[in-house]
Nanobody, 123 residues
Framework: QVQLVESGGGLVQPGGSLRLSCVAS????????MGWYRQAPGKQFELVAT???????NYADAAKGRFVISRDNVKKTVYLEMNSLKPEDTAVYYC?????????????????WGQGTQVTVSA
């Protein structure tokens, strides 16, 4: 079993900052690309940012210049530093990870999701 557990969400005023964390645990060989996605009320589920095992990053336009994604491979954790937060950043933020699991002599890539953490930006 593989679990992703997010933390760090909460209520913050516009212009404020939050740092989300997501730690992967369980029986696996390694973790590949990790990322953050979000679901805002009445809006489509969307990518926020991803980081590969080699630390290459990708950001949605809405996140560029304000959010920073990073990872700690020893701790099997991905972070999302969110700055200059706006009310439109209000959403449930989900962590995703590509995890490599041994299946006999084969490594299989599986996708796992966290349960989500609420971020609310409001005065």
């Amino acid at each position: 079993q593989v679990q992703l557990v997010e933390s760090g969400g909460g209520l913050v005023q516009p212009g404020g900052s939050l740092r989300l964390s997501c730690v992967a645990s369980g029986n696996f060989v390694s973790v590949g690309t990790m990322g953050w996605y979000r679901q805002a009320p009445g809006k489509q589920f969307e990518l926020v940012a991803t980081v590969t095992g080699g630390d290459s990053t990708n950001y949605a336009d809405a996140a560029k210049g304000r959010f920073v994604i990073s990872r700690d491979n020893v701790k099997k954790t991905v972070y999302l530093e969110m700055n200059s937060l706006k009310p439109e950043d209000t959403a449930v933020y989900y962590c995703k990870a590509d995890v490599f699991i041994r299946d006999g002599d084969v490594l299989r890539r599986r996708e796992f999701w966290g349960q989500g953490t609420q971020v609310t930006v409001s005065a």
